[in-house]
């Protein structure tokens, strides 16, 4: 594993990423530790705000949501976003406490790109896949194919 330093990282540099949390804690730590290596955050506290932002034309690079939240849960977020032409080439990093095999095969079906148990990751382990996240875009060059995934992956496999 390779630690993040607190310097701006390349990648980050005019990327932005919305953070779509509802605990303040988790959404402080996060948006402090992005915004060190250099990335532009927007945060929300649940879906909804994440579609009123989406809808008032704030599209991000990427989206680190979580599923359990009020009002809007990140499952109906995904929905709202692979539905419509303009944000479903979103990349979507689900960072939840859910470790389920059907919450995972049903997050699958809606194309993220990582699928991270909170309590499994530091924030750096979370930014380093962000980062790997933004890297396989790049390689891919928009030929739209899928990014690897790890926590997920390793869920299902667990569960055959």
Known sequence: ?????EAVSPKAISKKIMLVEDDPFISDIYH????EVGYAVS???NGLEAMKKLEEGEVPDLMLLD????????RDVLKKLRENPVWQTIPVIL???ISEKQQVEEAFEYNVKDYLIKSHFTPSEVIE??????????EENGSGTEAGVTEGTAILENEK
């Open 1 to 5: 594993m390779t630690e993040i330093s």
């Open 32 to 35: 402090i530790k992005l915004t």
């Open 43 to 45: 945060l929300a506290s």
């Open 67 to 74: 599923i359990v939240m009020p009002y809007m849960d990140g």
């Open 95 to 97: 960072l939840t406490n």
């Open 129 to 138: 896949k962000i980062q790997s996240v933004f890297t396989k875009i790049e």
